[in-house]
């Protein structure tokens, strides 16, 4: 009886000690406690578009941000033979509730109202396509990854959990939730979740992507300017956009690629898929590209609408180049003012302000956002040039640069001033986005 007795105040010793040397291990550790494991906060940062809606089908409005979104789908009645000849028009909303999403806490419940309703039915279509229809809001955690293999790396698709949806016309709130704490790597930078609406035709995924914040302040070197390339054999314009640990790259083509820090001196411009060092006032990427640090020739040149009317097509026409004005001459277009004034060339905060066309439309589309540069690309358009380059953001002394619609005369119509707003209105068009800032015109 002693002996054993003896062994057990041995063992509860024992158990003493090593649970003091388990305590020392986790408090002292960095490895132990961080263990993969921290607190965080998301910031709202984009939402990436992923269409993939058939040619029975469009997308006739569309708008989505931090607070919500709406879309409208067209569906053709042709479509396997539903209703020949006849096209159901369907609306799908969503509304973040109680507060938007601009900021997200660790452990919190996001909730959205989710709601369809068919707006139109043309015989002899009448509920072919409202009644398969549904639409979800869905959690990262489980779902298919909406990410291109080498994007992954800087991808965590663990914090948001959970899912629900609604079928056919109606309305219903959603909840999913944030873990509490989240595991990471190094590069793990971008969490997301998921707007899905499902139609007969296909469907469309609105990803909401965040910057993680972890506990504690992260400290990035700044890199947001002017710089030139050497890609092409000479220096020629290129500009990096910094907010925090995101980059946004272009190159002097007028391409621009999102990019993430890997390290306190290596980048990575995940679109193009090639990463590069620091040195300094350079940036050497690993293809052999030299970035250094340019002059910045701040010259700002006007952005000037013209205006084309002729039969039943109509288009508003925004140029701030040459070539844009000759060939707005040449097809007979008529100067109606300056909209404001861009930028020549790629300045700190600016990103490019892109060309479009479509011929079957003979819509000329200028646009600085990849919202406005998906739906372009998705409904057919084809690049033309890089017209100037206009804030992402608003600074001081800007104006916003909108982005109105005419579904009736399919034409696109840049604005700056009051008069050209109220001439949009006046005219029909439907306000979508705001494609960047610009200085007034006066």
Known sequence: MKKLKATNKIFSSMKFFIAIILFSLFAFSGQLTVSGQSPYSLKFYKVRVINTIGKYAGITSEHYDENGGAVEIEENGDFNGYCPGGLERLRFTWSFMPVNISQVSSNRVVSARLDIKQLVAVKPCTNSFINRTEMWLAGSDGAISPFAAEEMPGINSGIFYERGRIMGEGTNIINITTRENAFFDSKNNIAWFEISIGTATGSVRYIYMFDIIRGGQVSYAQIGGAWESSFSGSWKAASIRQEGNRLWF???????????????????????????????????????????????????????????????????????????????????????????????????????????????????????????????????YKFIRVEGYVYSTQQPGTVPLKNYWSQARGDNFSVATAIGERDAKNSGYQFTWIEGYVFPAQ
């Open 250 to 380: 272009t190159n002097e083509f007028g391409d621009v690629s999102e990019g993430i820090f890997e390290s306190a001196t290596r980048v990575k411009a995940t679109k193009w898929n090639v990463a590069a060092t620091i040195q300094g006032s350079n940036i050497i990427w690993d293809n052999g590209t030299t970035w250094r640090i340019r002059t910045v020739n701040a010259e700002r040149i006007p952005l000037k609408l013209y205006w084309f009317w002729g039969g039943s097509r109509g288009d508003n026409f925004t140029t701030a180049t040459a070539e844009g004005e000759q060939a707005a001459s040449s097809s007979r277009y008529a100067f109606i003012r300056n909209e404001g004034y861009v930028f020549r060339t790629p300045q700190p905060g600016t990103v490019p302000l892109k060309l479009y066309y479509n011929a079957a439309r003979g819509d000329n589309f200028t646009t600085a956002t990849s919202q406005g540069e998906g739906a372009a690309q998705a409904a057919g």
